[in-house]
T-cell receptor, first 115, second 112 residues
């Protein structure tokens, strides 16, 4: 069964350093999402792509976070510089098309710890 | 912002018992979904119920939706130790947006 791939699974970094996370969605899925999940909370949407275009990045802290999906397939989320409050699980999800009635398929996530 | 609020925050039951989790939300919605998350893993979609539906079943899962009370419940019957996980409701349609908004989740522990 096809899965969403994410790497790395775990990342420890010091504050002010740059970090990057990678996501490879299920083949053929046009919509890709990046979520941040703080311990004990539900996921919160950071950015949504439809193919290579950003559909929603209203909750993305654009002074330090950036995301791209250059060829409309895999995607990278970057944080520069990392802050202590960025410690969280970063989840990538994909769906066949946009629209919340579509099931979202989640990857295993990247656990980020900022020291 | 989080639209849904699950209740209880944590639930501990014995294998074989039923588990009921509730979700309340604040504004009108198009759909409500339930997801499951094993510790340290990604979320897995369980079931979607549309705003014009009142009840839906999938295996041992039963979901109800009461739009007049802005609430939903997830019932897991004959629970198993493998059902131990966090369960989240997610809604869309808040403010006309299709964005999924997740609640804080219910942590379910099923003791063997």
């Amino acid at each position: 069964e096809a899965e969403v791939a994410q790497s790395p699974r775990y990342k420890i970094t010091e504050k002010s350093q740059a970090v990057a996370f990678w996501c490879d969605p299920i083949s053929g899925h046009a919509t890709l999402y990046w979520y941040r999940q703080i311990l004990g909370q539900g996921p919160e949407l950071l950015v949504q792509f439809q193919d290579e275009s950003v559909v929603d990045d209203s909750q993305l802290p654009k002074d330090r976070f950036s995301a791209e999906r250059l060829k409309g397939v895999d995607s990278t989320l970057k944080i520069q510089p990392a802050e202590l409050g960025d410690s969280a699980m970063y989840l990538c999800a994909s769906s066949p098309s946009s629209g919340a009635h579509h099931t979202q398929y989640f990857g295993p996530g990247t656990r980020l710890t900022v020291l | 912002s989080q639209q849904g609020e699950e209740d209880p925050q944590a639930l501990s039951i014995q294998e074989g018992e039923n588990a009921t989790m509730n979700c309340s939300y604040k504004t009108s919605i198009n759909n409500l979904q339930w997801y499951r998350q094993n510790s340290g893993r990604g979320l897995v979609h369980l079931i979607l119920i549309r705003s014009n539906e009142r009840e839906k079943h999938s295996g041992r899962l039963r979901v109800t939706l009461d739009t007049s009370k802005k609430s939903s419940s997830l019932l897991i019957t004959a629970s198993r130790a493998a059902d131990t996980a966090s369960y989240f409701c997610a809604t869309d349609g808040q403010g006309g947006s299709e964005k999924l908004v997740f609640g804080k989740g219910t942590k379910l522990t099923v003791n063997p």
